[in-house]
């Protein structure tokens, strides 16, 4: 079956252009104009990925994003005509999970939607591997000292209190779990989580690393879980 991308985009032209692009390659697409009907169409559609732009009528995209993102964990490829760091910042901190400025060439959309389906993929199979059921019991439950992962609810317990991860933070700390004791460097956290190639940004790690420590280590600033790797990355300790 196709997988369905939801294409969220004011400007006629250029929502024409990404239907027409998207579907040449075989995706079913279905697109909105503002981010009301977005919001409509993602609950409706349950897409496999979303392409939103930022600048929209009714809702911008930050908002939708922020919205959907507490009901589904579909990726979300936002659209920006801004090229800075804040939006940068602001879009990751809604919960988006890769970044195209306008203008974009086609060619790039495509490797970047590409790339997003390619990794929700990647986790599905691993899932599968592990023999985890993605809904209903039996709960798999992965313990770390006083951490647990609950894989089947995608939750996260610290000394039995839930602690409130955004879906990157989760997968990282799910990704770091899987991969305890070793080193990882930033372009593969990338490349594995993100989908993204060693040019992407490999700050995007360090700011997840940063906010799960505050939320996993007694103290932030002395990190006992995920330490820093000098010149390297991150490892692990459990
Ligand atoms: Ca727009």
């Not at 279905?30 to 897409?47: F, H, K, S, T």
């Not at 209190?161 to 997968?171: R, T």
């Not at 007694?218 to 459990?238: C, D, M, N, Q, W």
Request: charged share 30%; glycine share 6%; net charge negative.
């Amino acid at each position: 079956m196709a997988e369905k991308i939801l294409v969220v985009e004011d400007e006629p032209s250029l929502q024409e252009t990404l239907i027409y692009n998207l579907e040449k390659q075989g995706y079913s697409v279905e697109a909105a104009g503002d981010g009301r009907a977005a919001i409509e169409a993602a609950r409706r559609i349950a897409p496999d990925l979303i392409v939103l732009d930022v600048m929209l009528p009714e809702l911008d995209g930050f908002e939708v994003c922020k919205i959907l993102r507490k009901e589904m964990t579909v990726p979300i490829l936002m659209l920006t005509a801004r090229d800075n760091e804040i939006d940068r910042v602001v879009g990751l901190e809604v919960g988006a999970d890769d970044y195209l400025t306008k203008p974009f060439s086609m060619r790039e959309l495509m490797a970047r939607v590409k790339a997003q389906l390619r990794r929700t993929g990647m986790l599905r199979e691993e899932m599968a591997k592990l023999k985890i059921p993605e809904t209903d019991s039996p709960q798999e439950v992965l313990t770390l000292h006083n951490l647990k992962i609950n894989l089947t609810r995608r939750e996260v317990l610290l000394d039995d209190q839930v602690l409130a991860l955004k879906p990157q933070e989760y997968d990282l700390l799910l990704f770091f779990a899987q991969h305890k004791g070793q080193m990882l460097s930033r372009e593969f956290i990338l490349e594995r989580l993100w989908g993204w190639d060693y040019t992407g940004d490999s700050r995007t790690v360090d700011v997840h690393v940063r906010w799960l420590r505050q939320k996993i280590e007694k103290e932030a600033g002395e990190p006992t879980r995920i330490v820093t790797v000098r010149g390297g990355g991150y490892r692990f300790e459990g």
